[in-house]
């Protein structure tokens, strides 16, 4: 694959990768994921641009300003050229190069071989840089290109298998092959009595008799008594509506509803039997 960056920018780019590695660690990863963006020469001033792909992981460092000593020697200058490389905030955005004061604007940029790479010591002595030996290290060494290079692990299985999704017979309580088991001896019981309660009192209700109705309880009062009060109710329910509705003047809605709702209170069968047991102690 064609390399976008002219052999000048890459050798220098690769050449201050190596100077800064313990000032921006991950400036040789950002290289080897930059492409160049616009490029600029000015008389002895080169500077190209660098666009470092924005899905990359911001580095842990916060280095800004120009940085590095690089010099390159190519073919057609008498001087080698000082590259710095821009930070903002750790990220790379221009490769800086500076000719010292030897015009650029006729010189081919994109071809010329590079000779030498080398960096200036404190004290100004040059310590030289073997491209063909350490590039690759140096894109390599970068701790977040690691951290891109090993993924986050996969999440651990559930312990548990996961309950199976339930199915429209068992929304329904219903399951498959099984068949709804017969009510307990029990409940089978209270059903019974439940029943022949409830057909006891519309037998109480109604004057009707029931054959084969299991025998009363004996503290339970007579079913005569029990209808004497239903109807005994329902009857002084009537009187005290007429009364309310013909002598005091209530509407008759307003008369009506009161009297309901106290009847209707009166006509449960604890209240019936309750009366009916006193009068029924009452007449003994």
Do not use: C
């Not at 080698?80 to 490769?95: H, I, K, S, T």
């Not at 007579?222 to 005091?248: E, H, K, N, Q």
């Amino acid at each position: 694959m064609r390399d976008a960056f002219t052999p000048l920018e890459r050798a220098a780019l690769d050449g201050l990768a190596w100077e800064l590695s313990a000032l921006a660690p991950d400036l040789a990863g950002q290289i080897a994921e930059s492409l160049p963006g616009q490029r600029r020469v000015q008389g002895p001033v080169l500077v190209t641009e660098t666009i470092v792909d924005r899905h990359r992981p911001n580095p842990p460092e916060t280095t800004h300003g120009r940085l590095g000593t690089i010099h390159v020697q190519i073919d057609h200058l008498e001087h080698p050229m000082a590259f710095q490389a821009e930070l903002v905030n750790g990220r790379l955005v221009a490769l800086h190069g500076d000719a010292y004061g030897q015009d650029l604007s006729a010189v081919n940029l994109t071809g010329d071989v590079v000779d030498q790479v080398f960096r200036l010591r404190d004290d100004g002595h040059p310590v030289p840089y073997d491209l063909r030996d350490r590039a690759d290290a140096l894109r390599e060494s970068s701790p977040l290109r690691r951290l891109q290079a090993n993924p986050d692990p996969p999440p651990p299985e559930p312990r548990y298998a996961p309950p199976p999704d339930p199915t429209f017979d068992v929304l329904l309580g219903k399951t498959s092959g099984a068949r709804p088991k017969p009510p307990s001896g029990g409940a089978a019981q209270g059903k019974s009595m439940s029943g022949s309660a409830g057909d006891l009192a519309l037998a109480a209700l109604f004057g009707k008799k029931i054959e084969g109705a299991p025998a009363a309880d004996p503290t339970d009062p007579p079913s005569d008594d029990v209808t004497s009060v239903r109807i005994g109710i329902v009857a002084l329910a009537v009187v005290i509506g007429l009364f309310l509705s013909l002598v005091m003047g209530f509407h008759p809605i307003f008369a009506a509803v009161p009297v309901f709702w106290v009847a209707r209170a009166l006509l449960r069968r604890p209240v019936v039997e309750t009366i009916a047991r006193a009068l029924s102690a009452r007449k003994a």
